[in-house]
């Protein structure tokens, strides 16, 4: 019986002291205004200044060592007891979130080096993948909606509700905010007052996508970016082309699908077009007149989905066409 004990004890002991050395490496070099960073997360209770790092070379690189049991945690870098820590991405590669929370997240099975990582990066100092700041507007002029404070709701931050609130600052009623965002293609929509009411969007419009039946905005990061007014509810701008307008007959477009151009038929003089984008941004394209013809030249389009307003003496009116 207590050789019995002895073995259930030992093994008790062995698999409490299962444990893996992690080393955490942090790359301080762009912050300033800092004494000592330190490693906070799920493992030592995000207890401030418990576990600081060292930098023993003076290269800006911090470094620190700590004991884990496999599993998966939460962490992030911080310094000088809380006094300052790192803003992440939701969405990165390295973290996740959970609420308003946004975290570097950590599966440990084997003793590991970690890579050296940026301060509020997932990549090292010098290869960037963002953040990029990302400045979303909307005119809520002509809205028809009773509201307090707009705000941004995407897969970007969990569709939080009041976490991203907008601002008027000219008391134009065009609202704005920019959210930091790695590189990667988002969903997003606005709304107002957490959630009091939203954006009702309509599927196929170049400016959305649908999933599960739900229909939100789309947005492909690759850079800084100051997005074009858009219309609450819409891809344009307030006044600008509606893409369910049929006020003149007698226009077509072809080919569509388009390729390198197309031809817009009209059974009355054509005296303007217009083509936007699926940001609501209005293109400039070479064009040749021909009577109640125009060739429209498609080369520089990028793959997508467009809008094309041809105005005439009797109206104008609006058509999707594709390009390939």
């Not at 002291?17 to 799920?42: H, L, R, S």
């Not at 007891?81 to 946004?102: D, F, H, K, R």
């Amino acid at each position: 019986m207590k050789k019995i004990l002895f073995a259930i004890l030992s093994i008790f002991s062995l698999s409490a002291t299962a444990q893996v050395d992690v080393t955490f490496q942090v790359d301080m070099n762009g912050v300033t205004g800092f004494t000592t960073p330190e490693v906070n997360g799920i493992f030592n209770a995000w207890c401030g200044n418990c576990a600081p790092m060292s930098d023993a070379n003076a290269d800006g690189v911090w470094d620190l060592t700590i004991s884990l049991a496999p599993g998966t945690y939460e962490y992030k870098y911080s310094f000088d007891n809380w006094a300052g820590q790192e803003t992440l991405v939701p969405g990165s590669s390295c973290t996740m979130t959970t609420g308003i929370y946004t975290n570097r997240v950590l599966n440990v099975s084997v003793a590991d080096s970690l890579p050296v990582v940026c301060w509020g990066s997932c990549e090292a100092c010098g290869i960037s993948s963002g953040p990029y700041n990302i400045t979303f507007v909307v005119d809520m002029g002509t809205s028809g909606v009773t509201f307090t404070t707009p705000e941004v709701n995407g897969t970007f931050n969990n569709w939080c509700g009041g976490c991203a609130p907008m601002s008027d600052a000219n008391a134009d009623n065009v609202w704005e905010l920019t959210i930091p965002l790695n590189t990667g293609t988002y969903e997003y929509k606005y709304a107002f007052d957490t959630w009091a009411g939203s954006e009702a969007l309509t599927a196929g419009d170049p400016c959305t996508v649908t999933n599960s039946g739900f229909t939100n905005r789309t947005l492909d990061v690759t850079g800084t970016l100051v997005m074009d007014t858009v219309c609450y509810g819409t891809c344009i701008s307030c006044g600008g082309i509606n893409v369910n307008e049929e006020t003149i007959e007698g226009f077509s477009i072809y080919p569509n699908p388009v390729q390198n151009s197309f031809m817009i038929q009209s059974a009355n003089l054509v005296k303007a077009i217009s083509i936007v984008d699926n940001t609501g941004k209005r293109i400039t394209l070479p064009t040749v007149a021909l009577n109640n013809s125009v060739q429209v030249n498609t080369e520089s389009l990028s793959i997508g989905i467009y809008h094309v307003q041809v105005v005439t003496a009797n109206g104008s009116s609006t058509k999707r066409f594709v390009k390939l």
